[in-house]
């Protein structure tokens, strides 16, 4: 673990962009290095937190339009999809199940938070959809607080979605898919196509991404709880285009364009009856100019970043007033510096200045904004030739809730060269969203009989956690045992004990919420032609003031994915997802006495490369037909039963 050698990778990549590695293409797990954990490139073994890579492979293996689909298989990960919002993702079993939206799990693309959330109250907003998967590089998870880098919302954990980059040579990847549930319709077809080459050689280079998808709603004859309301339809309609200039050996300029249509319909009792249907209709454009810098000294990084989110919407519950139009926008500036040049030490040091306005007819009386300004320090450093620590800490001033400070500090300490421990203390805070501390908002909720309105009183969400893990990387295998801790203070929940007099709010807990547990993780070349990877996560929560576990939070979970290659055009796999039992919410989202039962689903599939450009992949999912809707028991989220699916590659 050579410091010296992280700072030459460093600066290998900033040539080339800050943010990913080279420009030929290649997926990171062809070097396993990471960018996430520290801004800086280095390899996943050295990096001082717990990291994940979901390879450009892996994202390609099912079907899938978005990125949380692609992150199931990550250990101490679980994505949640129920009928009424975006999928969002629950790292450590931190997540307000009275709230989808607070996951504690920050999206950032290429390093750069991305946020609609404001703009569809309920649920997580279209984050997760709102990237063409086409553009998709490979995916980055830290799993434990990342505030003191990255700010408010990191409180739990890191996605980090890294694009493919320009390429010198012209390159083109098409892809056609569809998917068929055996019932209740919920058929997918979905076309991609990404193409990247060079406009003016060695000078000005471009990427673009178009995608279309189309998915009917998914709603089965033989439904038998009560409670189930079927998934939403969904077309998208999604470009990005980025356009890169090297003006010389030690500047780039980069321009990056996104577009996203995506109008859902949400079905509530009968797929027959669209009387009670919700729908958004929403689009998202984004655009963001920066750039890059490689001097003697070190490298720097500025950008500046708009997003506009909008949504229309019908809800029939939403009386006196169904329908809505609300607008997000957010304008960010950043900026970063880093200087490698010191012996044994990297410092990395940068500022970010954004603001959010939002409105939204129905729910506000005029518009609402807030600002947050954060600047931030980091340090790396050699200690000795096996022992790197890395300590961070940002300042962050809020408009409205003041100023805050949060640290981390993270050992890295390499025993021998296969033989890695890491631990280290983070602190993290989330802020309230502008709706949640809004006396002003309301909107309607309780399927109508109430209205759940803001509270100014409400206070940040702030977390203190601990990890320890070691690992061991052999020629033919991976294994990593990781154990953690985390504490929230002020966690926000909606207080319903409040229902019978026609409001409700959102609160600050009186007590302290815990989660801790273990992870185990392990990655297995069986022979030359059969690969497995395999991951366990116990998580064991507990609201201290009451002594009940948080409800929805599966005490295990477990992946476990095994390939077979049979020769250069032939591949197979099988899947396995295991949600253990869980308990069901009372009014506070702590565990009542209701259990619900363990579940696993099961995939498989094959691909076969027909020609060098044309690949064709074909396969089952949720092959044994496990279906939570003809159970009696309240899950939180649905499961789509056994569907079939074939997809079309084609490379160039």
Not at 186 to 199: E, P, R
Not at 249 to 263: A, P, T
Not at 584 to 603: I, P
Not at 609 to 619: M, S
């Amino acid at each position: 673990m050579k410091l010296l050698k992280i700072s030459y990778a460093v600066a290998t990549a900033l040539t080339v962009n800050a943010a990913i590695a080279a420009e030929n293409g290649q997926s990171v797990s062809s070097d396993v290095m990471v960018v996430t954990a520290t801004s800086n490139q280095m390899s996943l073994q050295d990096a001082p937190a717990s990291v994940s890579v979901v390879t450009n492979e892996e994202i390609n293996r099912l079907p899938a339009t978005d990125v949380a689909t692609v992150l199931e298989n990550v250990s101490g990960l679980r994505v949640i999809r129920s009928s009424g919002s975006e999928p969002y993702v629950v790292i450590r079993g931190l997540h307000n199940s009275t709230m989808a939206q607070d996951n504690y799990t920050l999206l950032l693309v290429n390093g750069r938070r991305i946020n609609s959330s404001e703009t569809l109250i309920r649920g997580a907003g279209f984050d997760f959809s709102s990237i063409p998967m086409s553009a998709i590089d490979h995916v980055e998870v830290i799993r434990g607080p990342m505030s003191a880098l990255y700010g408010s919302d990191a409180l739990g954990g890191v996605v980090n979605v890294i694009l493919k980059k320009p390429t010198e040579e012209t390159r083109v990847n098409a892809s056609v898919s569809y998917s068929q549930p055996q019932e209740g319709d919920g058929t997918l077809q979905k076309a991609n196509a990404f193409i990247s080459g060079s406009a003016i050689p060695e000078k000005l280079h471009y990427t673009t991404a178009v995608e279309i998808s189309d998915l009917d709603t998914w709603f089965p004859d033989d439904v038998t709880n009560a409670s189930f309301t079927g998934n939403a339809e969904q077309e998208r309609r999604g470009i990005n285009t980025e356009l890169s200039w090297l003006v010389n050996s030690s500047n780039k300029v980069l321009l990056n364009l996104g577009y996203l249509r995506d109008d859902r319909t949400f079905p509530r009792t009968d797929k027959y009856d669209t009387s009670d249907d919700t729908v958004y209709n929403s689009e998202k454009l984004t655009t963001s100019l920066g750039h890059q810098g490689l001097w003697s000294w070190g490298s720097t990084d500025l950008n500046y970043l708009y997003e506009h989110s909008e949504i229309d919407s019908y809800n029939p519950r939403e009386l006196p007033t169904p329908t809505a139009n609300a607008k997000q926008n957010n304008h960010t500036i950043d900026g970063q510096l880093a200087i490698t040049t010191l012996d044994k030490q990297i410092i990395t040091t940068g500022f970010d200045i954004a603001y959010t306005s939002i409105n939204i007819d129905r729910n506000y009386n005029g518009s609402r904004s807030a600002t947050q300004d954060s600047l931030y320090l980091q340090d790396q450093i050699e200690l000795t030739e096996a022992l790197a620590a890395t300590l961070s800490g940002r300042f962050t001033n809020h408009n409205q809730f003041g100023s805050d400070f949060t640290p981390r500090a993270y050992l890295v300490y390499g025993v021998t060269d296969r033989f890695t421990l890491k631990g280290g203390y983070a602190e993290g805070f989330k802020t309230p969203t502008i709706y949640q501390s809004s006396e002003d908002f309301s909107m309607a909720s309780c399927g109508g009989s109430c209205e759940l309105t803001g509270n100014s009183n409400i206070q940040p969400q702030e977390s203190k956690s601990y990890e320890f893990s070691g690992s061991y990387q052999a020629d033919r295998w991976f294994i990593q045992a990781t154990a953690f801790f985390n504490q929230i203070d002020e966690m926000i929940y909606v207080d319903r004990s409040t229902r019978a007099t026609g409001f409700i709010s959102y609160k600050n807990r009186d007590g302290d919420v815990e989660s801790k547990g273990l992870e185990l993780e392990g990655e297995f070349d069986l022979t030359d032609s059969l690969y497995l990877t395999a991951n366990a996560t116990y998580t064991h929560t507990k609201n201290k003031l009451t002594d009940l576990e948080l409800a929805n939070t599966p005490r295990w979970l477990a992946n476990a994915n095994i390939t077979w290659t049979a020769n250069d055009e032939l591949s197979m796999f099988a899947g396995l997802n295991f949600t253990g039992s869980q308990k069901d919410e009372d009014q506070e989202g702590d565990s009542n006495h209701s259990k619900l039962s363990a579940y696993a689903v099961t995939n498989i599939g094959a691909s076969y490369r027909l020609t060098d450009q044309f690949t064709i992949k074909t396969g089952i999912t949720n092959l044994l037909d496990k279906r939570l809707d003809k159970t009696d028991e309240d899950y939180e989220e649905n499961l789509v039963g056994r569907s079939y699916y074939l997809t079309v590659n084609y490379d160039m």
